[in-house]
């Protein structure tokens, strides 16, 4: 398999504080692949170097072999990193479809100018999205009316929408019921296999991360301690020392 991502040596501090210490690891195509940690571990700075939006004080990051370390968010964004963000992002007084139309139109770099349309535009790609994330059935659903676990789906339609090669997912299922929860990653991990899309992710819950995940990487106080399949970081006692507790 291809690596997609590849992270060389990444550091970063704030003030004396080292939020992230010589994180090296690849993404391969089609990987499912979830950095755990305690809260303050350094995960969201991680992904933060990665996106663009904080520069690293070392290191290197690589898209297909490409150096994307420094540029811009847009940049980045436009060479095919996607993101779903904690913070819902969505329009809430327009449709579900009319949100991933939206995203599909700036996708494609279609101007806002175009508006009195674009109830038009897109409109069988952005169902194909809510179909592939189960949300058909709401395609024409005011989005102020969903339930949380629906508005989480739509963020990843609207985050596939930009058709990204490599999709990064911090704690995308914070705040939903364990139920919702397992639901959510499976359809990452079934969206995952049919696309041969490529994800990191976070996660809290250890039980959605071991059910789901093709490898695990673990950080403790911006270090990477441990990287491997779900079994071996399952048994590795450092791991459980420091963040399972056992
Ligand atoms: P995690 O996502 O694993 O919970 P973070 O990456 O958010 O961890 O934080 C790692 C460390 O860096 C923490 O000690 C946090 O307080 C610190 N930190 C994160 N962002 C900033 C910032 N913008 N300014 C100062 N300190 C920060
Ligand atoms: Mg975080």
């Not at 019921?177 to 991990?189: F, S």
Request: aromatic letters at 6%; one cysteine or more; charged letters at 20%.
């Amino acid at each position: 398999m291809s690596t997609v991502l590849s992270v060389r040596g990444l550091s970063k501090s704030f003030g004396g504080i080292r939020a992230v210490d010589d994180v090296s690891f690849d993404l391969a195509q089609g990987e499912l692949l979830a950095l755990i940690g305690p809260n303050g571990a350094g995960k969201s700075t991680c992904f933060n170097m990665m996106t663009g939006h904080l520069k690293p004080d070392g290191g290197t990051v690589s898209l297909n072999g490409t150096p994307i370390t420094g540029l811009k968010p847009r940049r980045i964004w436009r060479l095919g990193v996607g993101r779903t963000f904690q913070i819902t992002a969505t329009y809430a007084s327009m449709t579900v479809v009319e949100n991933v139309q939206m995203a599909l139109i700036s996708h494609h770099r279609r101007v806002f100018a175009l508006r009195p349309y674009a109830h038009r535009l897109y409109r069988d790609e952005a169902l194909e999205l809510l179909d592939l994330v189960g949300m058909a059935a709401q395609a024409d659903r005011a989005c102020a009316v969903l339930a949380y676990g629906d508005l989480k789906r739509l963020e990843l339609a609207i985050a596939l929408a930009h058709a990204p090669g490599l999709l990064l997912m911090d704690e995308p299922t914070a705040g939903m019921a364990p139920g919702e929860r397992a639901a959510l990653m499976q359809l990452v991990a079934d969206i995952v296999a049919q696309r041969q899309l490529s994800v990191l992710f976070t996660e809290h819950d250890m039980d959605t991360v071991f059910a789901h995940a093709h490898r695990v990487m673990v950080l403790n106080r911006g270090r990477l301690i441990a990287k491997g399949p779900v079994a071996h970081i399952r048994a590795d006692p450092e791991v459980q020392q420091v963040y399972l507790g056992g």
